[in-house]
């Protein structure tokens, strides 16, 4: 696997690979990889001949208060298990490569309405800063296909209609969450979280399920989302949402909606702040 910093580097790999006539697959990372990282990758290889996978802590999307300085950083554990995973090419450039105006000043890449709830509304400025970051890799790479999980839903909405609204050619491919065996959906910020609350943080993905079987039933959204809240309130989690929204767009649902539906939740335990999601058809 070969190992780029610079644009010009990259560019010059994957020129070459074009011109041999090879289709390419790109995962954007932020490093700390797990096994939920590498099945992206093994499913971009299922789409693409060559895989480029990049690593790299975008400051644009982190809030003020927010971990960029300890965001948990793990280079050549990365670049291992890449490797051993079926990557042909990494991409690790430092911020005056990918901001070479300065973070402070770059041109930003705005994706309204679906950005304005939900992370949206709780972290303003993140998904500018995702949808920036996601471009400039977009236009470096210049993939075929570009895998995401369906972990980070509301991101994954993003970088579709992004995609579709500047008319990248780009098929944007949506992988399954990978989870933990008490259900915890796998995450650089699991590592933030004590054995004992790792157990606990299991109650996500229990609650998500709960919050599915109360629809199929017949349940009142309102009753649902307030219940959902509560669980994870009595196991020791802050919940900053638990609710159940379209899938398309994440707009609020009518009462007698229960098709097309999922069921997102954000809460905070110890120093991890979780999310996490379901799709609610039958």
Avoid at 57 to 80: C, K
Avoid at 155 to 172: H, K, M, N, T, Y
Avoid at 244 to 254: K, V
């Amino acid at each position: 696997m070969d190992t780029f910093h610079s644009a010009a580097d990259l560019r010059a790999c994957v020129s070459a690979w074009r011109r041999a006539g090879a289709c390419v697959g790109f995962v954007p990372t932020m490093g700390n990889l797990h096994a939920g990282h590498f099945s992206l990758v093994e499913l971009a290889r299922a789409h693409a001949d060559k895989v480029v996978a990049s690593v790299f802590v975008n400051p644009t999307q982190f809030g003020p208060n927010e971990d960029f300085a300890s965001y948990p950083r793990s280079l050549e554990a990365d670049r291992a298990g890449l490797a051993a995973h079926g990557c042909d090419a990494l991409f690790t450039p430092g911020v005056e490569e990918m901001y070479p105006f300065g973070a402070a000043t770059s041109v930003r890449v705005e994706v309204p309405q679906i950005t304005q709830t939900l992370e949206g509304e709780l972290r303003p400025g993140h998904f500018a800063g995702v949808a920036t970051v996601v471009t400039k890799l977009f236009n470096l790479v210049q993939p075929d296909v570009a895998v995401f999980g369906e972990k980070d839903y509301q991101q994954l909405l993003v970088i579709r209609r992004l995609a579709e609204d500047l008319r990248l050619p780009i098929e944007i491919v949506a992988a399954p969450t990978r989870r933990e065996a008490n259900g915890l959906a796998m995450s650089s910020r699991n590592q933030y979280l004590s054995a004992e609350e790792r157990d606990r943080a299991g109650v996500i993905h229990r609650t998500l399920s709960a919050m599915r079987d109360g629809l199929h039933a017949g349940r009142v959204q309102v009753e649902i989302e307030a219940d959902a809240r509560a669980r994870l309130a009595a196991a020791g989690l802050v919940p900053d949402y638990a609710v159940i929204r379209r899938a398309g767009d994440l707009s609020m649902p009518a009462g007698s909606e229960h098709r097309g539906l999922v069921a997102l939740i954000a809460a905070r335990l110890g120093r991890a702040r979780l999310i996490d999601n379901l799709l609610l058809d039958p």
